[in-house]
């Protein structure tokens, strides 16, 4: 079932002893609320997770070219992965649901685009019953699938126009659907054939737009800093701020931290790589420099052992 919906309505190098915020590098130094596994993919070392209030760490998917994307269930018991699987006359993509502490495989299915998208990209739902695919080619729209790999519908486009590559789609509770179109932010309710406006947005630099866990609350970058938003789209702040950038929110599962990625920068023709820092989520703006002092209250995370602070490159997910 196809559906189409109208809208209602230079490269800088940190190295650790420059960063002036509390390092937390000991299984005693982190605060004893702070919870959840950190997932992240950093450079050729694969996907590593770093997990609180221990900060004790390692890698979770070795390293993989062909790993499109991985996601975690929010109660953490389930991972999902889809892997390009192609081969001599096919574009295959190969999701893959298992067991997230005994790797033990509970489905595995080969999935085939519409437009022969070899990039596909999955997302667990909250209730782990339904996977969001997402491709970075317009012509394959949104498509739903059961977990089994059973294909319920595709949405094509928003007021008759496709989605662009750089749009961002996310699931919210009771299996919702966020996501950016142009220069919107728009909420789609099951069965997904009508749309509302949560804001638009009217800047020349935005993204990386993410919601916490409850639901309630997005997180952004604007510019060169970090902003959170009420679901409903009011009450925008500034949460950060420094003489570089800031770019890849994520909610911790309660919703009382947000990591960020401090001294976002250029790291190759194509990709970028930042610092991790955790600032509390009570609407105050934190300075997160890199070289700076830090606000109070700001965390470098930094493996129990290690004295550097953890960096990423891509994908990062908290559950």
């Given amino acids: 079932m196809k559906l189409v919906l109208s809208v209602i309505l230079i490269s800088l190098t940190l190295c ?41 760490g390692g890698t979770f998917i070795q390293d993989d070219t062909k790993l499109n994307s991985f996601d975690i269930s929010r109660d953490g018991q389930y991972r999902l992965t889809a ?8 574009d295959n993509v190969k999701f893959t649901l298992s067991n997230n502490s005994s790797g033990a495989i509970i489905n595995e299915f080969v999935y085939q685009s519409r437009a022969g998208n070899r990039y596909c990209k999955g997302y667990l739902s909250p209730d782990n019953k339904l996977i969001m695919v997402e491709s970075n080619d317009r012509d394959d729209g949104i498509v739903i699938l059961k977990v089994t790999g059973e294909e ?9 126009v496709p989605f662009d590559i750089h749009d961002m789609k996310m699931w ?16 789609l309710v099951p069965p997904y054939n009508s749309a509302s406006l949560v804001k638009q947005m009217d800047y020349a630099d935005w993204g990386h737009l993410v919601v916490n866990q409850q639901g309630s609350q997005l997180a952004m ?9 009420d679901i409903d789209g009011n009450n925008l702040k500034q949460v950060t701020i ?36 955790i600032i509390p989520n009570d609407g105050k703006q ?10 109070s209250g700001v965390i470098s995370v930094v493996l129990d052992g290690k004295d550097k602070i953890v960096s990423g490159s891509g994908q990062v997910i908290w559950k």
């Fill in 152 to 160: 319920l519908l595709t949405i094509d486009g928003l007021s008759d």
């Fill in 221 to 229: 970058h604007i510019a060169n800093h970090i902003y959170t938003m």
């Fill in 16 to 56: 650790s002893a420059c960063d002036k915020s509390k390092s937390k590098g000991s299984t005693d130094s982190f605060p004893s609320d702070l919870s959840g596994t950190i997932y992240y993919k950093w450079a050729t070392e694969g996907i590593i997770k770093v997990s609180f209030p221990s900060a004790t």
């Fill in 286 to 295: 934190y300075n997160v420099d890199p070289f700076a002092e830090n606000s």
């Fill in 242 to 277: 420094s003489e570089h950038k800031e770019a890849r929110p994520v909610f911790s599962p309660d919703g009382k931290h947000l990591m960020i990625g401090s001294n976002y920068r250029q790291s190759s023709i194509m990709g970028h790589s930042w610092d991790m820092k």
């Fill in 83 to 90: 892997v390009n699987a192609a081969t001599l006359g096919n």
């Fill in 172 to 187: 919210l509770p009771n299996n919702e659907i966020l996501l950016t179109h142009a220069k919107k932010i728009i909420r």
